[in-house]
């Protein structure tokens, strides 16, 4: 045990990216591993919000759409999430919910793919990205969603019906990363596009979605960007496409000119056109200025701390509790695994309840999963240990077995 302390300790002293810890504000007596659920607040961030409100909203006010920024904002946010995912300046429109997002996406590749009417997502992705995929499917005449399930190949599954695959980049739950340029290759050899779900996989491990010749891609932007609960996601779509790409929800602020009033939709060149109705100001302002932070990031140094922290984890919890009905979860594999590790355990959602009670903050996904995020701009090794320890304790001495943490009403 000592051994992992240490270890700890030298790897935090040697870690290149501890001075962004600072930057954050840490809830008191809390270790949080859901950095990729709802990721943490920044002090300056709240400075923005507070900004924002008295002098942009409550001083400025209608001035403000031009003066402050604000009509931009979509787009100028966008800029500052292009870089984290390979893409260029102009081309990432922020705005929505990624849920709303994957719904403009999905319908833009069926109008892409006018000869083909199969949606294929996997089985087992984020409900939303089926449940939004369904939803289209049962309001567009031709098109059907077909799953592809958990094993399955996908040059089995895709052909000459599919229009367009829907997958996550990194698993939400298994954190497996998906081989992005071959699955855009094999679908592109069938003739159909890729919408990827970047989600679990923006600000936590590489995206370079022109280098692997993406179509395109939306994600979230609360959970290892940081951007606040509820903050609005992204979209973006390969410029080969435009000017033809239409979506459905063609809102006047994606209208090439929205103060034309004009009875017609007429599209704005390029990204813009994924804008649908106002802008979510506050929550903009505040994912705006959580997005600054990337300028001074090494991504490279960032995924790797990444790697570590999660092989770290892994590492002490197969040790430490060992025999205690903790079933590793994840690829042990770093270039094939995200930022979060998860283990199945049949009373998972009890123990997740208790280690919450003693300040360790993770997720439970249904049936028996247990997900613990690794943030690496404001976590430390220390904190992953003592985490493992705590977990250890609870497993070794049950105090998950109470009738206080089988209450299923936490969400979490
Ligand atoms: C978190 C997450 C979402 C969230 O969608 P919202 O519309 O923001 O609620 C969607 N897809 C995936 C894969 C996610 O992990």
Same mark, same amino acid.
């Not at 609005?232 to 034309?260: C, K, T």
């Not at 701009?377 to 705590?390: C, G, K, N, S, W």
């Given at each position: 045990?000592?051994?992992?302390?240490?270890?700890?300790?030298?790897?935090?002293?040697?870690?290149?990216?501890?001075?962004?810890?600072?930057?954050?504000?840490?809830?008191?007596?809390?270790?949080?591993?859901?950095?990729?659920?709802?990721?943490?607040?920044?002090?300056?961030?709240?400075?923005?919000?507070?900004?924002?409100?008295?002098?942009?909203?409550?001083?400025?006010?209608?001035?403000?759409?031009?003066?402050?920024?604000?009509?931009?904002?979509?787009?100028?946010?966008?800029?500052?999430?292009?870089?984290?995912?390979?893409?260029?300046?102009?081309?990432?429109?922020?705005?929505?919910?990624?849920?709303?997002?994957?719904?403009?996406?999905?319908?833009?590749?069926?109008?892409?793919?006018?000869?083909?009417?199969?949606?294929?997502?996997?089985?087992?992705?984020?409900?939303?990205?089926?449940?939004?995929?369904?939803?289209?499917?049962?309001?567009?005449?031709?098109?059907?969603?077909?799953?592809?399930?958990?094993?399955?190949?996908?040059?089995?599954?895709?052909?000459?019906?599919?229009?367009?695959?829907?997958?996550?980049?990194?698993?939400?739950?298994?954190?497996?990363?998906?081989?992005?340029?071959?699955?855009?290759?094999?679908?592109?050899?069938?003739?159909?596009?890729?919408?990827?779900?970047?989600?679990?996989?923006?600000?936590?491990?590489?995206?370079?979605?022109?280098?692997?010749?993406?179509?395109?891609?939306?994600?979230?932007?609360?959970?290892?960007?940081?951007?606040?609960?509820?903050?609005?996601?992204?979209?973006?779509?390969?410029?080969?496409?435009?000017?033809?790409?239409?979506?459905?929800?063609?809102?006047? !602020?994606?209208? /090439? %000119?929205?103060? @034309?009033?004009?009875? #017609?939709?007429? &599209?704005?060149?390029?990204? $813009?056109?994924?804008?649908?109705?106002?802008?979510?100001?506050?929550?903009?302002?505040?994912?705006?200025?959580?997005?600054?932070?990337?300028?001074?990031?090494?991504?490279?140094?960032?995924?790797?701390?990444?790697?570590?922290?999660?092989?770290?984890?892994?590492?002490?919890?197969?040790?430490?509790?060992?025999?205690?009905?903790?079933?590793?979860?994840?690829?042990?594999?770093?270039?094939?695994?995200?930022?979060?590790?998860?283990?199945?355990?049949?009373?998972?959602?009890?123990? !997740?309840?208790? /280690? %919450?009670?003693? @300040?360790?903050?993770? #997720?439970?996904? &249904?049936?028996?999963?247990? $997900?613990?995020?690794?943030?690496?701009?404001?976590?430390?090794?220390?904190?992953?240990?003592?985490?493992?320890?705590?977990?250890?304790?609870?497993?070794?001495?049950?105090?998950?077995?109470?009738?206080?943490?089988?209450?299923?009403?936490?969400?979490?």
């Amino acid at each position: 045990m000592a051994d992992f302390a240490a270890r700890a300790e030298a790897l935090d002293r040697t870690d290149p990216l501890a001075g962004f810890r600072s930057r954050f504000i840490l809830p008191d007596g809390v270790i949080y591993l859901d950095g990729n659920s709802l990721g943490l607040m920044q002090h300056s961030v709240a400075s923005r919000l507070a900004r924002t409100a008295s002098k942009e909203w409550a001083e400025g006010v209608i001035r403000s759409w031009g003066g402050a920024g604000w009509f931009d904002l979509p787009m100028t946010a966008g800029d500052r999430i292009a870089p984290l995912i390979g893409v260029g300046r102009g081309e990432v429109a922020v705005g929505d919910s990624t849920s709303a997002n994957l719904f403009k996406c999905l319908a833009a590749a069926l109008h892409l793919r006018p000869g083909r009417s199969v949606i294929l997502a996997e089985g087992d992705n984020f409900p939303t990205d089926t449940y939004i995929a369904s939803g289209l499917a049962g309001l567009v005449e031709r098109a059907e969603l077909r799953f592809l399930e958990p094993g399955e190949a996908l040059s089995d599954r895709i052909g000459a019906e599919t229009a367009v695959v829907l997958m996550s980049h990194v698993d939400y739950r298994t954190a497996e990363i998906r081989d992005m340029a071959a699955v855009n290759a094999a679908a592109h050899a069938a003739g159909a596009l890729v919408l990827w779900d970047l989600s679990h996989s923006t600000g936590a491990v590489p995206v370079d979605l022109v280098a692997a010749d993406a179509d395109m891609a939306v994600g979230c932007t609360y959970k290892y960007l940081n951007g606040g609960p509820g903050a609005p996601a992204f979209a973006w779509i390969h410029s080969r496409f435009y000017p033809e790409v239409r979506q459905p929800l063609s809102g006047w !602020m994606g209208h /090439l %000119a929205p103060f @034309g009033f004009e009875r #017609d939709y007429a &599209a704005a060149p390029g990204a $813009r056109r994924l804008v649908c109705g106002t802008p979510q100001i506050l929550s903009l302002a505040a994912l705006d200025e959580a997005l600054a932070i990337w300028d001074d990031v090494d991504l490279a140094a960032l995924f790797e701390k990444g790697r570590r922290m999660t092989a770290f984890f892994i590492e002490v919890v197969e040790t430490e509790c060992r025999d205690l009905g903790l079933q590793l979860a994840v690829p042990r594999d770093c270039d094939r695994r995200g930022s979060h590790v998860s283990f199945r355990h049949a009373s998972g959602f009890e123990i !997740m309840q208790a /280690l %919450a009670s003693e @300040g360790v903050i993770g #997720d439970f996904r &249904a049936p028996d999963t247990m $997900r613990f995020g690794f943030a690496p701009l404001y976590l430390t090794f220390t904190e992953v240990y003592q985490a493992a320890v705590r977990l250890r304790d609870i497993l070794v001495e049950r105090r998950w077995d109470a009738p206080a943490f089988r209450k299923r009403t936490v969400v979490t």
